[in-house]
């Protein structure tokens, strides 16, 4: 990522607190929604609602799109390398 992405996305990103919150959750696992939630103590709506954010950036990915209960959700290396500066 050059500079210019980092900067945009790492705004984007700390301009929410809730998605800030959600990445730094993530980190180098895989969790569901709920698991965020719950290590945040916020909402899964509202971490379902950063995930989506994070994931039109390219900063996570969901791994089990194909099913409606239990996704999970990874940072995408971008989403990691962002990790070192929030």
């Keep these: 990522m050059d500079e210019k992405e980092l900067y945009q996305k790492l705004g984007y990103v700390k301009v929410s607190a809730y998605r800030t919150k959600t ?16 290590d945040i103590g916020i909402k899964t709506s509202q971490v379902s609602a950063s995930l989506s954010d994070l994931k039109k950036e390219k900063l996570v990915v969901c791994v089990n799109e194909e099913v409606r209960k239990g996704r999970l959700y990874k940072c995408t290396d971008k989403g990691i390398e962002l990790q070192k500066y929030i």
């Design 23 to 38: 990445l730094k959750s993530i980190g180098h696992d895989i969790k569901m929604p709920s698991e965020i939630a719950n």
